[in-house]
């Protein structure tokens, strides 16, 4: 049966600024459906037959992959060799290859539906032993009986790499880790069932300019799509299959649309952040990828308000040495040319996952609620060691801030400031280049409970980083990467505002900077609310920071001030809604 190639039109969460038109690749992570039907006993010879070809044919395509493989760089060509070895020996007289032959023989069922139950036998009896090492090699049983199943039916296999150029990619869902291996060059729009807007993997999507729409209707995997062009917008959060000519001439007009807005906003990059009754605001913005450091030099930042360090462990099997992270954190420094760069210490767990460190993290139910960030650092203090080493290092090269994520008590961070008070000693008494003052050391708010401490925090920290993504989620208990509940992740939110209201005047009586940079900051249309409540420092993705600009330039203190006014005296969070949306953007 061919395909329905009518236009069809999904509503999902636009997480970036951008319109995308391209080839749709669906990115078929899932096993299909796997037929069962009954082999009759004088066809049970001819079906094992049947399955041990598809296990030579799974053997070959190993043996390829590994050659391939080997032109990768070290440490991922070992790490992806490690793995092809451990399926190439499932393929060998294992477990799964006699439990197959031998259900075959004895259900006299095909071999694709004998691959299945073999595989949940041994699955269920892995989990059923809780062990971290063995549950790891779930996945192993996992990818080597779709293999199989794959080949059995025929299927091509289908991933990333196999995406055309200025291809779409659906997927029912691409992790932080995967997002942050997307060449925008190579990616032109992405398109997901699973995520939210404030999620790693939206982020990571925004960070790298890819129009993207997340938590879309499972629909869009029903095969309609692959093969035919997509629309992706995600300014509107509109993912559009098979369009037609019409429809494909309207976005070509808006992706031109847009285009030119971005041209214009271009034009301010060298005008100041500035009000227009002269109050000057601090517009950094935020990094993830070393090698995206110039288009913050392009965006005209005046400085990288936060670099989330935990992509330096993505995508590799060994944690980063102290040397490897101070080349990346000095290229960055570098790059600012006297620009003052924001590093904050690892920020690994709830949805963002490196392998290096996976041993630590026991597996949890609530994972956000678990060892995550400064709580897994302080546990392993030498990752706060190799860190902090680093940063300082860096700090040799151009102005550097520290920032610790997830912070719940001011304990936490005296506990941090004496690990980098020790290190600066080390260095210094090893003849290291580092500055002469230790950096300021900063602390996110992010957990209520910090922007409720807000003074105590402000008594040991330098400055603040009001982390919304998170600040948003742990106070409405909703999930930011959780498409089934993203409708409620809401910083309008009258308790979340209040969190940010709080966590600035304490700041104030202190003395000490307050700036945003979780995506909050990255709405324009929250801009005058934020100045109002007295906000002066942003840190945004590279991509909004133009658009943040232009906002600030078109307002007055003293209307902001009279718009927070009207807005923090409401208790609903629709007529909070209603006054911001009224406002403009
Ligand atoms: C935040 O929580 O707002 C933030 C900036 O940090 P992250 O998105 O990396 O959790
Ligand atoms: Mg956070």
């Given at each position: 049966?061919?395909?329905?190639?009518?236009?069809?039109?999904?509503?999902?969460?636009?997480?970036?600024?951008?319109?995308?038109?391209?080839?749709?690749?669906?990115?078929?992570?899932?096993?299909?459906?796997?037929?069962?039907?009954?082999?009759?006993?004088?066809?049970?010879?001819?079906?094992?037959?049947?399955?041990?070809?598809?296990?030579?044919?799974?053997?070959?395509?190993?043996?390829?992959l590994?050659?391939?493989?080997?032109?990768?760089?070290?440490?991922?060509?070992?790490?992806?060799?490690?793995?092809?070895?451990?399926?190439?020996?499932?393929?060998?007289?294992?477990?799964?290859?006699?439990?197959?032959?031998?259900?075959?023989?004895?259900?006299?069922?095909?071999?694709?539906?004998?691959?299945?139950?073999?595989?949940?036998?041994?699955?269920?009896?892995?989990?059923?032993?809780?062990?971290?090492?063995?549950?790891a090699?779930?996945?192993?049983?996992?990818?080597?009986?779709?293999?199989?199943?794959?080949?059995l039916?025929?299927?091509?296999?289908?991933?990333?790499?196999?995406?055309?150029?200025?291809?779409?990619?659906?997927?029912?869902?691409?992790?932080?880790?995967?997002?942050a291996?997307?060449?925008?060059?190579r990616?032109?729009?992405?398109?997901?069932?699973?995520g939210?807007?404030?999620?790693?993997?939206?982020?990571?999507?925004?960070?790298?300019?890819?129009?993207s729409?997340?938590?879309?209707?499972?629909?869009?995997?029903?095969?309609?799509?692959?093969?035919?062009?997509?629309?992706v917008?995600?300014?509107?959060?509109?993912?559009?299959?098979?369009?037609?000519?019409?429809?494909?001439?309207?976005?070509?007009?808006?992706q031109?649309?847009?285009?030119?807005?971005?041209?214009?906003?271009?034009?301010?990059?060298?005008?100041?952040?500035?009000?227009?009754?002269?109050?000057?605001?601090?517009?950094?913005?935020?990094?993830e990828?070393?090698?995206?450091?110039?288009?913050?030099?392009?965006?005209?930042?005046?400085?990288?308000?936060?670099?989330r360090?935990?992509?330096?462990?993505?995508?590799?099997?060994?944690l980063?040495?102290?040397?490897?992270?101070?080349?990346?954190?000095?290229?960055?420094?570098?790059?600012?040319?006297?620009?003052p760069?924001?590093?904050?210490?690892l920020?690994?767990?709830?949805?963002?996952?490196?392998?290096?460190?996976g041993?630590?993290?026991?597996?949890?139910?609530?994972?956000?609620?678990?060892?995550?960030a400064?709580?897994?650092?302080?546990?392993?203090?030498?990752?706060?060691?190799?860190?902090?080493?680093?940063?300082?290092?860096?700090?040799?090269?151009?102005?550097?801030?520290?920032?610790?994520?997830?912070?719940?008590?001011?304990?936490?961070?005296e506990q941090?400031?004496?690990?980098?008070?020790?290190?600066?000693?080390?260095?210094?008494?090893?003849?290291t280049?580092?500055?002469?003052?230790?950096?300021?050391?900063?602390?996110?708010?992010?957990?209520?409970?910090?922007?409720?401490?807000?003074?105590?925090?402000?008594?040991?920290?330098?400055?603040?980083?009001?982390?919304?993504?998170?600040?948003?989620?742990?106070?409405?208990?909703?999930?930011?990467?959780?498409?089934?509940?993203?409708a409620?992740?809401?910083?309008?939110?009258?308790?979340?505002?209040?969190?940010?209201?709080?966590?600035?005047?304490?700041?104030r009586?202190?003395?000490?900077?307050v700036?945003?940079?979780?995506?909050?900051?990255?709405?324009?249309?929250?801009t005058?609310?934020?100045?109002?409540?007295?906000?002066?420092?942003?840190?945004?993705?590279s991509?909004a920071?133009?658009?943040?600009?232009?906002?600030?330039?078109?307002?007055?203190l003293?209307?902001?001030?009279?718009?927070?006014?009207?807005?923090?005296?409401?208790?609903?969070?629709?007529?909070?809604?209603?006054?911001?949306?009224?406002?403009?953007?």
């Amino acid at each position: 049966m061919s395909p329905d190639r009518r236009e069809k039109t999904l509503r999902g969460i636009g997480v970036s600024h951008g319109i995308a038109i391209g080839p749709a690749f669906l990115v078929q992570v899932d096993r299909p459906h796997v037929p069962q039907w009954k082999v009759a006993a004088q066809d049970i010879a001819a079906e094992q037959a049947r399955f041990q070809q598809s296990v030579m044919t799974a053997q070959n395509e190993l043996g390829e992959l590994k050659e391939k493989s080997a032109s990768l760089p070290d440490t991922a060509a070992e790490e992806i060799g490690l793995l092809l070895d451990a399926h190439l020996a499932m393929l060998s007289g294992s477990r799964l290859v006699r439990g197959v032959i031998k259900r075959i023989a004895d259900e006299g069922i095909n071999a694709e539906a004998a691959i299945e139950h073999v595989m949940q036998e041994l699955t269920d009896q892995f989990r059923a032993l809780r062990d971290k090492y063995i549950a790891a090699r779930i996945d192993d049983v996992e990818a080597v009986s779709n293999r199989l199943i794959r080949i059995l039916m025929n299927l091509p296999y289908i991933a990333l790499d196999s995406v055309p150029p200025g291809g779409i990619v659906l997927a029912k869902e691409i992790s932080p880790a995967d997002t942050a291996l997307m060449d925008p060059k190579r990616f032109a729009g992405l398109a997901t069932v699973h995520g939210g807007a404030a999620g790693h993997t939206a982020v990571m999507a925004r960070s790298l300019g890819i129009p993207s729409v997340l938590g879309l209707d499972p629909d869009m995997l029903d095969h309609s799509g692959h093969g035919g062009i997509a629309i992706v917008d995600g300014v509107t959060g509109v993912l559009i299959l098979n369009p037609s000519e019409a429809t494909l001439a309207e976005y070509r007009a808006r992706q031109q649309a847009l285009q030119n807005a971005r041209a214009d906003l271009d034009k301010i990059t060298t005008l100041p952040a500035e009000t227009t009754d002269g109050q000057a605001i601090s517009l950094r913005a935020n990094l993830e990828l070393p090698r995206d450091v110039q288009a913050i030099v392009d965006s005209g930042a005046e400085g990288i308000g936060l670099f989330r360090t935990e992509f330096l462990f993505m995508n590799r099997s060994t944690l980063p040495s102290e040397d490897e992270q101070f080349d990346s954190m000095a290229a960055v420094v570098r790059a600012m040319q006297g620009k003052p760069v924001t590093f904050r210490t690892l920020d690994i767990g709830g949805d963002k996952i490196a392998r290096a460190v996976g041993a630590w993290i026991a597996e949890a139910t609530n994972p956000a609620l678990g060892l995550r960030a400064i709580r897994l650092s302080l546990k392993q203090p030498q990752l706060l060691i190799d860190q902090f080493r680093a940063m300082l290092r860096a700090a040799a090269l151009g102005p550097v801030r520290v920032l610790l994520p997830m912070v719940t008590t001011a304990e936490e961070v005296e506990q941090a400031a004496q690990l980098l008070r020790r290190c600066h000693a080390d260095l210094k008494a090893e003849g290291t280049a580092v500055p002469e003052a230790l950096p300021p050391l900063g602390t996110m708010i992010e957990i209520p409970a910090a922007a409720l401490s807000a003074d105590s925090l402000a008594a040991v920290s330098d400055f603040f980083a009001l982390g919304t993504n998170d600040l948003v989620q742990y106070t409405v208990a909703i999930d930011r990467g959780n498409d089934q509940v993203a409708a409620l992740y809401n910083p309008l939110n009258p308790a979340v505002l209040r969190l940010i209201e709080f966590t600035l005047e304490a700041a104030r009586r202190a003395g000490i900077p307050v700036s945003i940079c979780g995506e909050m900051g990255a709405d324009p249309r929250y801009t005058p609310l934020l100045l109002g409540l007295g906000l002066r420092e942003f840190s945004v993705g590279s991509a909004a920071l133009p658009r943040i600009k232009q906002r600030i330039r078109a307002l007055g203190l003293a209307e902001c001030e009279a718009h927070a006014r009207l807005v923090m005296d409401q208790y609903d969070p629709a007529q909070i809604t209603a006054i911001v949306e009224q406002y403009g953007s």
